[in-house]
C-alpha cells in the first residue's frame, strides 16, 4: 500500500525558516520523480519543485534561492528545506509521486499535478509578516 506522509510545518515569522519531510512506502521511491505543491486559502494548488530520479530538480519563480528541494533515497524520504519565507509561502504543502517514469518537471518547470500518481495528505505553513 502506498503512503505519502508530510510533517515538519509550523507557524514562523517572516524571514523564518522550515524544512518539510515526506516518508514514503509502497512503491520503489529512487526511481519516482517527486514533487511539492501547495495551496494558499482560495487559490488553486500549485506547484514548488520536483526533484528526479537522478536528482535534477526545477522549481517556481518565486521560490528560487529560497527553497531546496531533496531526497534520501536511503529513507525513502523527502525534503523541502524552505528558507526567507514569506507571507505568500502560507498554505498546505502537499508532497506527490510520479511512479510510472515519466518526467515530472520540463525544462526548469514542474509539471502539471496531474501527472502525480499519488498524494501525501499535506501539513500546513503559515508566515506571518
Known amino acids: 500500500q502506498v503512503a505519502l506522509v508530510e510533517s515538519g510545518g509550523g507557524s514562523v515569522q517572516a524571514g523564518g525558516s522550515l524544512r518539510l519531510s515526506c516518508t514514503t512506502s509502497g512503491f520503489i521511491y529512487s526511481r519516482a520523480c517527486m514533487g511539492w505543491f501547495r495551496r494558499g486559502s482560495g487559490k488553486q494548488r500549485e506547484a514548488v519543485a520536483a526533484?528526479?530520479?537522478?536528482?535534477?530538480?526545477a522549481y517556481k519563480d518565486s521560490v528560487k534561492g529560497r527553497f531546496i528541494i531533496a531526497r534520501d533515497n536511503a529513507e525513502n524520504t523527502l525534503y523541502l528545506q524552505m528558507n526567507s519565507l514569506e507571507p505568500e509561502d502560507t498554505g498546505m504543502y502537499y508532497c506527490a509521486a510520479e511512479v510510472t517514469g515519466r518526467d515530472c518537471y520540463s525544462g526548469s518547470k514542474v509539471r502539471s499535478e496531474a501527472l502525480f500518481n499519488y498524494w501525501g495528505q499535506g501539513t500546513q505553513v503559515t508566515v506571518s509578516s
Open positions: 526533484i528526479d530520479s537522478e536528482d535534477t530538480t
